[in-house]
């Protein structure tokens, strides 16, 4: 199998061509130097240059939530404008597409898990523009996978779990938002859900296109979170300070952009479609911090 990786430096994109690697699938993964998604003739031509393939994948986003509020063009370049270029190219030239989007796309008004086909309606720039890549995608490929994902941390790139992990080698105590609940979710994870997904596509094609969530299992709070990150890492290093956590409202934090209170995703369909389980945010936590902290 040969796939064409969009935004391969990324927290989730090295990750897929990492498991690429141990699968023996072939991941083309231009550099932003080779392919810049908001240029529609460098995305067209980076495509036409690497046929034949079985898959796109498209991994690159805008996400600097709160700079997004001041960095609106850009943000719909990358977000929204970028995914419609893949799908034009992607049906221009019968290529299956797999786009990665957010929980942000909804407002978190909800008080059970968010399904596929529930309403969305984001806040702010980012969750819109990430929304309306969603829609470009929709409207021109039929042969898509829309995987929604959430609170994404990871060994490469800027997560909540290095920003607490570099802020208690610094501090003592810290105050974490405790009102915001969501689901975090592993690099690693989603990287073997996004390859799991395109090899069953790719040797079963089948009416299984459309949106689908892949998140942890479970959910929590951003302060619960940020203890369990604490915890771990004394766990591995007892050497690495002792840092208390205080809870503190939304209200107390306030930023640029306004964040869902309530943002965790239902993964049943994707269970019961592509039989891949979601695992507890805690396990894959404890799984990862090891290389996350060799990375900080």
Sequence with gaps: MKILLVGGTGQVGSEIRLVC???NITCISPSSSELDITDKAS????????????FIVNASAYTAVDKAEDEVELAYKINRDGPLQLAEVCAQNTIPLLH?????????????????????SALGVYGQSKLEGEFAVRDILLEHIILRTAWVYG???NNFVKTMLKLGRQRTELNVV??????????????????????????????????YHFCSGDSTHWADFAKAIFTDAK??????????????????????AARPHYS???????????????????SSLQRDIPNILKNI
């Design 21 to 23: 690697h141990n699968k």
């Design 43 to 54: 995305v067209h031509s980076i495509i036409k240059n690497n046929l034949p393939l079985d």
């Design 100 to 120: 990665i989007s957010t929980d942000y796309v909804f407002d978190g008004s909800a008080s059970t898990p968010y399904k596929e086909n529930d309403a969305t």
């Design 155 to 157: 060994a490469q790139g």
């Design 178 to 211: 405790s009102d915001q609940f969501g689901c975090p979710t592993a690099a690693v994870d989603i990287a073997e859900t996004v390859v799991n997904i395109i090899t069953q596509m790719r040797y079963k094609p089948d009416s299984r296109w459309g949106t």
């Design 235 to 256: 766990c591995l290093d007892s050497e690495y300070p002792s840092v208390a956590v205080n809870s503190i409202s939304s209200s107390e934090y306030p930023t640029k």
């Design 264 to 282: 965790v995703l239902s993964c049943t369909k994707i269970e019961q479609l592509f039989a891949i389980a979601a695992p507890t945010w805690l």
